[in-house]
Protein backbone atom coordinates (compact mmCIF):
# COMPACT_ATOMS: atom_id res chain seq x y z
CA UNK A 1 0.00 0.00 0.00
CA UNK A 2 1.37 3.49 -1.04
CA UNK A 3 -0.22 6.92 -0.31
CA UNK A 4 -3.19 5.12 1.38
CA UNK A 5 -3.79 2.85 -2.22
CA UNK A 6 -3.88 -0.56 -2.16
CA UNK A 7 -3.28 -1.89 -6.15
CA UNK A 8 -4.58 -5.47 -5.53
CA UNK A 9 -7.81 -5.84 -4.03
CA UNK A 10 -10.09 -9.80 -4.76
CA UNK A 11 -12.37 -9.96 -1.98
CA UNK A 12 -14.40 -13.42 -3.91
CA UNK A 13 -10.98 -15.08 -3.10
CA UNK A 14 -11.39 -16.66 0.51
CA UNK A 15 -7.77 -17.19 0.68
CA UNK A 16 -7.26 -13.44 -0.12
CA UNK A 17 -10.27 -12.63 2.32
CA UNK A 18 -9.12 -14.66 5.60
CA UNK A 19 -5.48 -12.78 5.79
CA UNK A 20 -6.31 -9.68 5.31
CA UNK A 21 -9.13 -8.58 3.00
CA UNK A 22 -11.97 -8.78 5.42
CA UNK A 23 -9.31 -6.44 8.07
CA UNK A 24 -9.11 -3.88 5.67
CA UNK A 25 -12.59 -3.83 4.57
CA UNK A 26 -14.08 -3.87 8.03
CA UNK A 27 -11.74 -1.14 8.60
CA UNK A 28 -12.96 1.16 5.96
CA UNK A 29 -16.51 0.28 6.10
CA UNK A 30 -16.43 1.18 10.31
CA UNK A 31 -15.45 5.07 8.99
CA UNK A 32 -17.59 5.26 6.00
CA UNK A 33 -20.20 4.67 8.41
CA UNK A 34 -19.00 7.59 10.45
CA UNK A 35 -18.76 9.79 7.36
CA UNK A 36 -22.41 8.80 5.96
CA UNK A 37 -24.03 9.12 9.43
CA UNK A 38 -22.61 12.89 9.43
CA UNK A 39 -23.94 13.19 6.12
CA UNK A 40 -27.17 12.33 6.87
CA UNK A 41 -27.35 14.44 9.96
CA UNK A 42 -26.86 17.38 7.83
CA UNK A 43 -28.96 16.37 4.57
CA UNK A 44 -32.17 16.07 7.53
CA UNK A 45 -31.20 19.31 9.33
CA UNK A 46 -34.09 20.96 7.95
CA UNK A 47 -36.39 18.36 9.60
CA UNK A 48 -35.37 19.86 12.82
CA UNK A 49 -34.77 23.56 12.00
CA UNK A 50 -38.07 23.74 10.81
CA UNK A 51 -38.97 22.98 14.48
CA UNK A 52 -37.36 26.09 15.77
CA UNK A 53 -39.32 28.42 12.80
CA UNK A 54 -42.37 29.75 15.34
CA UNK A 55 -44.57 32.33 14.21
CA UNK A 56 -41.80 35.00 14.69
CA UNK A 57 -40.34 33.76 11.14
CA UNK A 58 -43.34 34.05 9.22
CA UNK A 59 -43.10 30.72 6.81
CA UNK A 60 -46.55 28.16 6.87
CA UNK A 61 -46.89 25.05 6.95
CA UNK A 62 -46.84 24.90 3.01
CA UNK A 63 -43.50 26.96 3.36
CA UNK A 64 -42.12 24.67 6.02
CA UNK A 65 -42.54 21.15 3.70
CA UNK A 66 -41.24 23.11 0.66
CA UNK A 67 -38.01 23.84 2.61
CA UNK A 68 -37.55 20.27 3.53
CA UNK A 69 -38.74 19.58 0.00
CA UNK A 70 -35.86 21.28 -1.53
CA UNK A 71 -32.92 19.66 0.34
CA UNK A 72 -34.60 16.04 -0.76
CA UNK A 73 -34.50 17.25 -4.31
CA UNK A 74 -30.56 18.40 -4.14
CA UNK A 75 -29.80 15.41 -1.98
CA UNK A 76 -31.27 12.89 -4.21
CA UNK A 77 -29.74 14.32 -7.50
CA UNK A 78 -25.88 15.21 -6.20
CA UNK A 79 -25.61 11.07 -6.10
CA UNK A 80 -25.44 10.84 -9.45
CA UNK A 81 -21.64 12.42 -9.28
CA UNK A 82 -21.07 11.44 -6.02
CA UNK A 83 -21.07 7.30 -7.03
CA UNK A 84 -18.60 8.10 -10.08
CA UNK A 85 -16.71 10.06 -7.69
CA UNK A 86 -15.29 7.18 -5.58
CA UNK A 87 -13.43 5.59 -8.75
CA UNK A 88 -12.36 9.53 -9.82
CA UNK A 89 -10.55 10.80 -6.69
CA UNK A 90 -10.32 6.87 -4.61
CA UNK A 91 -13.32 6.29 -1.90
CA UNK A 92 -10.42 6.99 0.94
CA UNK A 93 -9.49 10.63 -0.86
CA UNK A 94 -13.45 11.40 -1.66
CA UNK A 95 -14.82 10.72 1.91
CA UNK A 96 -11.99 13.60 3.17
CA UNK A 97 -13.49 16.27 0.57
CA UNK A 98 -17.15 15.03 0.80
CA UNK A 99 -17.37 15.16 4.69
CA UNK A 100 -15.39 18.50 4.26
CA UNK A 101 -18.14 20.35 2.22
CA UNK A 102 -20.69 19.25 4.70
CA UNK A 103 -19.22 22.55 6.31
CA UNK A 104 -20.59 24.90 4.09
CA UNK A 105 -24.61 24.12 4.51
CA UNK A 106 -23.52 24.29 8.59
CA UNK A 107 -22.21 26.96 8.70
CA UNK A 108 -24.21 29.12 6.55
CA UNK A 109 -27.25 27.67 8.83
CA UNK A 110 -25.12 29.28 11.66
CA UNK A 111 -25.00 32.64 10.06
CA UNK A 112 -28.62 33.07 8.92
CA UNK A 113 -30.87 30.93 11.28
CA UNK A 114 -32.82 34.36 12.43
CA UNK A 115 -36.01 35.91 11.93
CA UNK A 116 -36.10 38.59 9.41
CA UNK A 117 -34.02 36.57 6.85
CA UNK A 118 -36.12 36.52 3.92
CA UNK A 119 -37.73 32.77 2.57
CA UNK A 120 -35.10 33.28 0.11
CA UNK A 121 -32.28 32.74 1.76
CA UNK A 122 -33.76 30.08 4.25
CA UNK A 123 -34.47 27.97 0.71
CA UNK A 124 -30.92 28.13 -0.34
CA UNK A 125 -29.53 27.17 2.76
CA UNK A 126 -31.89 24.38 3.02
CA UNK A 127 -30.49 23.43 -0.75
CA UNK A 128 -27.18 23.50 0.23
CA UNK A 129 -27.56 20.77 2.89
CA UNK A 130 -28.08 18.10 -0.16
CA UNK A 131 -24.73 17.65 -0.19
CA UNK A 132 -25.15 15.81 2.75
CA UNK A 133 -27.53 13.50 1.02
CA UNK A 134 -25.04 12.58 -1.64
CA UNK A 135 -22.70 11.21 0.76
CA UNK A 136 -24.49 8.12 0.83
CA UNK A 137 -24.08 7.21 -2.54
CA UNK A 138 -20.41 7.35 -2.74
CA UNK A 139 -19.93 5.58 0.70
CA UNK A 140 -22.40 2.81 -0.82
CA UNK A 141 -20.52 2.72 -4.20
CA UNK A 142 -16.87 2.43 -2.06
CA UNK A 143 -18.10 -0.35 0.31
CA UNK A 144 -19.79 -2.45 -2.62
CA UNK A 145 -15.96 -2.67 -3.54
CA UNK A 146 -14.69 -4.31 -0.72
CA UNK A 147 -17.16 -6.85 0.39
CA UNK A 148 -17.42 -10.47 -1.36
CA UNK A 149 -20.87 -11.29 -3.09
CA UNK A 150 -22.21 -13.15 0.10
CA UNK A 151 -21.29 -10.50 2.66
CA UNK A 152 -22.95 -7.83 0.63
CA UNK A 153 -26.31 -7.90 2.48
CA UNK A 154 -24.47 -7.17 5.85
CA UNK A 155 -21.98 -4.96 4.67
CA UNK A 156 -24.23 -2.76 2.75
CA UNK A 157 -26.79 -2.67 5.31
CA UNK A 158 -24.69 -2.08 8.30
CA UNK A 159 -23.43 1.00 6.10
CA UNK A 160 -26.60 2.33 5.11
CA UNK A 161 -28.28 1.97 8.60
CA UNK A 162 -25.32 3.56 10.79
CA UNK A 163 -25.44 6.23 8.04
CA UNK A 164 -29.20 6.10 8.32
CA UNK A 165 -29.26 7.15 12.21
CA UNK A 166 -27.67 10.05 11.10
CA UNK A 167 -31.39 10.81 10.93
CA UNK A 168 -32.88 10.35 14.51
CA UNK A 169 -29.56 11.68 16.04
CA UNK A 170 -29.69 15.06 14.65
CA UNK A 171 -33.28 14.61 15.69
CA UNK A 172 -32.13 13.46 19.58
CA UNK A 173 -30.18 16.23 19.52
CA UNK A 174 -32.35 19.03 18.74
CA UNK A 175 -34.63 17.49 21.51
CA UNK A 176 -31.93 17.80 24.03
CA UNK A 177 -31.45 21.44 22.54
CA UNK A 178 -34.78 22.66 22.94
CA UNK A 179 -35.50 21.14 26.07
CA UNK A 180 -32.90 23.24 26.81
CA UNK A 181 -34.10 25.97 26.12
CA UNK A 182 -31.04 27.00 23.59
CA UNK A 183 -31.46 28.04 19.64
CA UNK A 184 -30.78 26.13 16.70
CA UNK A 185 -27.26 27.86 16.68
CA UNK A 186 -26.30 25.69 19.66
CA UNK A 187 -27.37 22.43 17.46
CA UNK A 188 -25.23 23.69 14.73
CA UNK A 189 -22.14 24.68 17.02
CA UNK A 190 -22.06 20.67 17.85
CA UNK A 191 -22.48 19.45 14.43
CA UNK A 192 -19.37 21.95 13.17
CA UNK A 193 -16.12 19.88 15.21
CA UNK A 194 -18.04 16.55 14.50
CA UNK A 195 -17.77 17.17 10.87
CA UNK A 196 -14.03 17.95 10.95
CA UNK A 197 -13.74 14.43 13.07
CA UNK A 198 -15.37 12.82 10.06
CA UNK A 199 -12.71 14.04 7.67
CA UNK A 200 -9.48 13.69 9.82
CA UNK A 201 -10.61 9.79 10.82
CA UNK A 202 -11.24 8.71 6.79
CA UNK A 203 -7.84 11.02 6.32
CA UNK A 204 -6.15 8.34 8.40
CA UNK A 205 -7.99 5.17 8.52
CA UNK A 206 -9.23 4.90 4.69
CA UNK A 207 -8.08 3.72 1.64
CA UNK A 208 -8.77 3.84 -1.45
CA UNK A 209 -8.89 0.77 -4.13
CA UNK A 210 -7.00 1.12 -7.26
CA UNK A 211 -8.93 -1.81 -9.23
CA UNK A 212 -11.91 0.28 -8.78
CA UNK A 213 -12.36 2.34 -11.81
CA UNK A 214 -15.42 4.67 -14.33
CA UNK A 215 -16.86 2.17 -16.06
CA UNK A 216 -18.51 3.94 -19.00
CA UNK A 217 -19.29 0.64 -20.95
CA UNK A 218 -21.38 -0.53 -17.32
CA UNK A 219 -22.54 3.01 -16.98
CA UNK A 220 -24.07 2.61 -20.43
CA UNK A 221 -24.99 -0.79 -19.75
CA UNK A 222 -26.72 0.12 -16.54
CA UNK A 223 -28.66 2.94 -17.79
CA UNK A 224 -30.25 1.01 -20.65
CA UNK A 225 -31.14 -2.38 -18.31
CA UNK A 226 -34.55 -2.73 -17.24
CA UNK A 227 -33.80 -3.82 -13.82
CA UNK A 228 -32.16 -0.54 -12.66
CA UNK A 229 -35.17 1.31 -13.65
CA UNK A 230 -37.08 -0.90 -11.91
CA UNK A 231 -35.29 -1.22 -8.38
CA UNK A 232 -35.40 2.47 -8.81
CA UNK A 233 -38.99 2.46 -8.44
CA UNK A 234 -38.93 -0.05 -5.62
CA UNK A 235 -36.08 2.20 -3.68
CA UNK A 236 -38.80 5.14 -4.14
CA UNK A 237 -41.11 3.10 -1.94
CA UNK A 238 -38.14 1.81 0.64
CA UNK A 239 -35.93 4.40 0.97
CA UNK A 240 -37.53 7.46 -0.31
CA UNK A 241 -40.58 6.46 2.49
CA UNK A 242 -37.66 6.45 5.20
CA UNK A 243 -35.90 10.07 4.23
CA UNK A 244 -39.40 11.42 3.34
CA UNK A 245 -40.98 10.30 6.42
CA UNK A 246 -38.31 11.33 8.47
CA UNK A 247 -38.31 15.07 6.77
CA UNK A 248 -42.06 15.42 7.68
CA UNK A 249 -42.57 13.38 10.58
CA UNK A 250 -42.54 16.42 13.17
CA UNK A 251 -44.16 18.94 10.97
CA UNK A 252 -47.36 16.43 10.56
CA UNK A 253 -47.42 16.45 14.14
CA UNK A 254 -47.49 19.93 14.64
CA UNK A 255 -49.07 20.70 11.60
CA UNK A 256 -52.04 17.61 12.14
CA UNK A 257 -51.70 17.54 15.52
CA UNK A 258 -50.59 20.80 17.57
CA UNK A 259 -47.66 19.06 18.79
CA UNK A 260 -45.44 22.28 20.31
CA UNK A 261 -41.65 21.67 19.39
CA UNK A 262 -40.15 20.07 22.25
CA UNK A 263 -43.70 17.55 21.73
CA UNK A 264 -42.64 16.92 18.35
CA UNK A 265 -39.58 16.69 18.93
CA UNK A 266 -39.67 14.12 21.66
CA UNK A 267 -41.28 11.59 19.55
CA UNK A 268 -39.69 12.19 15.79
CA UNK A 269 -36.46 10.69 16.00
CA UNK A 270 -38.21 7.36 17.32
CA UNK A 271 -39.41 6.35 13.99
CA UNK A 272 -35.92 6.93 12.44
CA UNK A 273 -33.90 5.66 14.65
CA UNK A 274 -35.46 1.83 14.47
CA UNK A 275 -35.98 2.03 10.75
CA UNK A 276 -32.08 2.68 10.65
CA UNK A 277 -31.44 0.28 13.45
CA UNK A 278 -33.18 -2.43 11.56
CA UNK A 279 -31.89 -1.88 8.14
CA UNK A 280 -29.09 -4.13 8.27
CA UNK A 281 -31.84 -7.11 9.80
CA UNK A 282 -33.40 -6.71 6.26
CA UNK A 283 -29.92 -6.91 4.48
CA UNK A 284 -29.73 -9.95 6.57
CA UNK A 285 -33.24 -11.37 5.82
CA UNK A 286 -31.95 -10.93 2.35
CA UNK A 287 -28.97 -12.79 2.92
CA UNK A 288 -30.82 -16.12 4.32
CA UNK A 289 -34.22 -15.97 2.57
CA UNK A 290 -33.65 -13.79 -0.61
CA UNK A 291 -34.20 -10.16 -1.47
CA UNK A 292 -37.04 -10.59 -3.30
CA UNK A 293 -38.81 -12.32 -0.99
CA UNK A 294 -38.26 -10.40 1.66
CA UNK A 295 -39.22 -7.04 0.28
CA UNK A 296 -42.03 -8.60 -1.72
CA UNK A 297 -43.84 -9.08 1.65
CA UNK A 298 -42.36 -6.13 3.36
CA UNK A 299 -44.63 -4.27 0.99
CA UNK A 300 -47.71 -5.77 1.83
CA UNK A 301 -46.68 -4.81 5.52
CA UNK A 302 -46.25 -1.07 4.39
CA UNK A 303 -49.42 -0.91 3.02
CA UNK A 304 -50.83 -2.45 6.16
CA UNK A 305 -49.45 0.31 8.73
CA UNK A 306 -50.08 2.82 6.04
CA UNK A 307 -53.84 1.96 6.52
CA UNK A 308 -53.53 2.15 10.16
CA UNK A 309 -52.31 5.61 9.75
CA UNK A 310 -55.12 6.80 7.31
CA UNK A 311 -57.59 5.50 9.74
CA UNK A 312 -55.75 7.25 12.53
CA UNK A 313 -55.72 10.57 10.61
CA UNK A 314 -59.77 10.09 9.81
CA UNK A 315 -60.81 9.42 13.74
CA UNK A 316 -57.39 12.60 14.70
CA UNK A 317 -55.99 9.64 16.88
CA UNK A 318 -52.86 10.33 17.88
CA UNK A 319 -51.74 6.85 19.51
CA UNK A 320 -52.40 5.25 16.43
CA UNK A 321 -50.93 7.40 14.40
CA UNK A 322 -47.99 7.58 16.08
CA UNK A 323 -48.12 4.03 16.39
CA UNK A 324 -48.55 3.08 13.00
CA UNK A 325 -46.56 5.61 11.46
CA UNK A 326 -43.46 3.93 13.87
CA UNK A 327 -44.41 0.64 12.30
CA UNK A 328 -44.26 2.10 8.71
CA UNK A 329 -40.76 3.77 9.95
CA UNK A 330 -39.38 0.25 11.01
CA UNK A 331 -40.23 -1.81 7.79
CA UNK A 332 -39.05 1.05 5.28
CA UNK A 333 -35.35 -0.10 7.04
CA UNK A 334 -36.36 -3.93 6.60
CA UNK A 335 -36.85 -3.15 2.79
CA UNK A 336 -33.97 -0.96 2.34
CA UNK A 337 -31.92 -3.63 3.40
CA UNK A 338 -33.41 -5.82 1.63
CA UNK A 339 -33.85 -4.00 -2.10
CA UNK A 340 -30.19 -2.53 -1.69
CA UNK A 341 -29.11 -6.50 -1.45
CA UNK A 342 -31.30 -7.53 -4.41
CA UNK A 343 -29.29 -4.62 -6.88
CA UNK A 344 -25.85 -7.13 -6.84
CA UNK A 345 -27.55 -10.60 -7.14
CA UNK A 346 -29.79 -9.50 -9.79
CA UNK A 347 -27.15 -8.96 -12.44
CA UNK A 348 -25.00 -11.30 -11.29
CA UNK A 349 -28.18 -13.88 -11.50
CA UNK A 350 -28.56 -11.99 -15.49
CA UNK A 351 -24.65 -13.13 -16.10
CA UNK A 352 -25.75 -16.39 -15.29
CA UNK A 353 -28.18 -16.54 -17.65
CA UNK A 354 -26.49 -15.66 -20.62
CA UNK A 355 -23.83 -18.85 -19.57
CA UNK A 356 -21.66 -17.21 -17.24
CA UNK A 357 -20.54 -18.43 -14.03
CA UNK A 358 -18.34 -18.78 -10.84
CA UNK A 359 -15.93 -15.47 -10.98
CA UNK A 360 -16.77 -14.12 -14.11
CA UNK A 361 -20.62 -14.05 -13.17
CA UNK A 362 -19.81 -12.55 -9.83
CA UNK A 363 -17.52 -9.90 -12.45
CA UNK A 364 -20.27 -8.91 -14.15
CA UNK A 365 -22.84 -8.59 -10.93
CA UNK A 366 -19.87 -6.05 -8.94
CA UNK A 367 -19.59 -4.17 -12.53
CA UNK A 368 -23.32 -3.55 -13.55
CA UNK A 369 -24.69 -3.50 -9.85
CA UNK A 370 -21.86 -0.57 -9.27
CA UNK A 371 -22.80 1.64 -11.65
CA UNK A 372 -26.22 1.03 -11.28
CA UNK A 373 -26.01 2.09 -7.26
CA UNK A 374 -26.09 5.52 -7.60
CA UNK A 375 -28.64 5.69 -9.97
CA UNK A 376 -31.03 3.79 -8.30
CA UNK A 377 -29.96 5.54 -5.30
CA UNK A 378 -30.71 9.33 -6.48
CA UNK A 379 -34.12 8.20 -7.98
CA UNK A 380 -34.67 6.31 -4.43
CA UNK A 381 -34.06 9.43 -2.82
CA UNK A 382 -36.73 11.61 -4.82
CA UNK A 383 -39.14 9.69 -3.40
CA UNK A 384 -38.55 11.61 -0.14
CA UNK A 385 -39.42 15.15 -2.88
CA UNK A 386 -42.74 13.25 -3.69
CA UNK A 387 -43.77 12.63 0.29
CA UNK A 388 -43.37 16.08 1.39
CA UNK A 389 -44.69 17.73 -1.63
CA UNK A 390 -47.72 15.30 -1.30
CA UNK A 391 -48.21 16.18 2.20
CA UNK A 392 -47.58 20.22 1.57
CA UNK A 393 -50.73 20.02 -1.23
CA UNK A 394 -52.50 17.88 1.35
CA UNK A 395 -52.21 20.13 3.66
CA UNK A 396 -53.09 22.85 1.72
CA UNK A 397 -56.22 21.18 0.08
CA UNK A 398 -57.80 19.65 3.13
CA UNK A 399 -56.04 20.98 6.24
CA UNK A 400 -54.49 17.41 6.79
CA UNK A 401 -52.43 14.44 5.60
CA UNK A 402 -55.02 11.79 4.98
CA UNK A 403 -54.88 12.14 1.27
CA UNK A 404 -51.62 11.84 1.10
CA UNK A 405 -51.18 8.56 3.05
CA UNK A 406 -53.48 7.31 0.83
CA UNK A 407 -51.39 8.08 -2.53
CA UNK A 408 -49.09 6.51 -0.44
CA UNK A 409 -51.12 3.18 0.16
CA UNK A 410 -51.70 3.14 -3.38
CA UNK A 411 -48.44 3.36 -4.81
CA UNK A 412 -46.96 0.38 -1.92
CA UNK A 413 -49.49 -1.87 -3.53
CA UNK A 414 -48.15 -0.97 -6.92
CA UNK A 415 -44.34 -1.67 -5.33
CA UNK A 416 -46.00 -5.15 -4.06
CA UNK A 417 -47.22 -6.13 -7.84
CA UNK A 418 -44.06 -5.08 -9.31
CA UNK A 419 -41.98 -7.22 -7.12
CA UNK A 420 -44.17 -10.28 -7.43
CA UNK A 421 -44.61 -10.29 -11.16
CA UNK A 422 -40.95 -9.46 -12.04
CA UNK A 423 -38.42 -11.25 -9.36
CA UNK A 424 -40.41 -13.41 -7.34
CA UNK A 425 -43.18 -15.52 -9.69
CA UNK A 426 -40.22 -16.83 -11.83
CA UNK A 427 -40.50 -15.17 -15.07
CA UNK A 428 -39.94 -16.78 -18.23
CA UNK A 429 -36.36 -16.37 -18.97
CA UNK A 430 -35.10 -16.47 -15.52
CA UNK A 431 -31.78 -17.62 -14.81
CA UNK A 432 -30.90 -21.63 -14.37
CA UNK A 433 -28.80 -22.69 -11.07
CA UNK A 434 -25.20 -22.35 -11.48
CA UNK A 435 -23.04 -24.79 -9.26
CA UNK A 436 -20.23 -22.39 -8.73
CA UNK A 437 -22.72 -19.23 -7.71
CA UNK A 438 -25.32 -20.50 -5.58
CA UNK A 439 -27.70 -23.36 -5.93
CA UNK A 440 -30.88 -22.67 -8.05
CA UNK A 441 -29.81 -18.97 -8.13
CA UNK A 442 -33.29 -17.27 -9.32
CA UNK A 443 -34.31 -13.39 -8.80
CA UNK A 444 -36.59 -14.47 -6.18
CA UNK A 445 -33.08 -15.72 -3.99
CA UNK A 446 -31.36 -12.60 -5.25
Known amino acids: MAGRWIEQWDPEDETFWAAKGERIARRNLAFSILSEHIGFSIWTLWSVMVLFMGPEYGIDPAGKFFLVAMAT ?11 FAVARFGGRNWTIIAASMLLLPTLAAFVVMKPGTSYTTFMLVAMLTGVGGGNFASSMTNINAFFPLRKKGWALGLN ?4 NIGVPVVQLAALAVIGAAGGPRVLLGIYIPLIALSAICAAVFMDNLAPVKNDTG ?18 IGTFGSFIGYSFAFGLVLQTQFGRT ?8 FIGPLLGSLIRPVGGWLADRYGGARITLWNFLAMGLATGGVVAASVEKSLALFTTAFIALFVLTGVGNGSTYKMIPGIFQAKAVAKGMSGEAAAAYGRRLSGASMGLIG ?4 LGGLGINLAFRQSFLTAGTGTSAFVAFLVFYAACFTVTWAVYVRRPAGAPQPVAEAKPQLSYAEV
Do not use: C, N
Not at 73 to 83: D, E, N, Q, S
Not at 160 to 163: K, L, Q, R, V, Y
Not at 378 to 381: E, N, Q, R, S
Open 218 to 235: ASKEAVKDPHTWIMSFLY
Open 261 to 268: PLQAASIT
Open 378 to 381: AVGA
Open 73 to 83: LVGAFVRIPYT
Open 160 to 163: AGGG
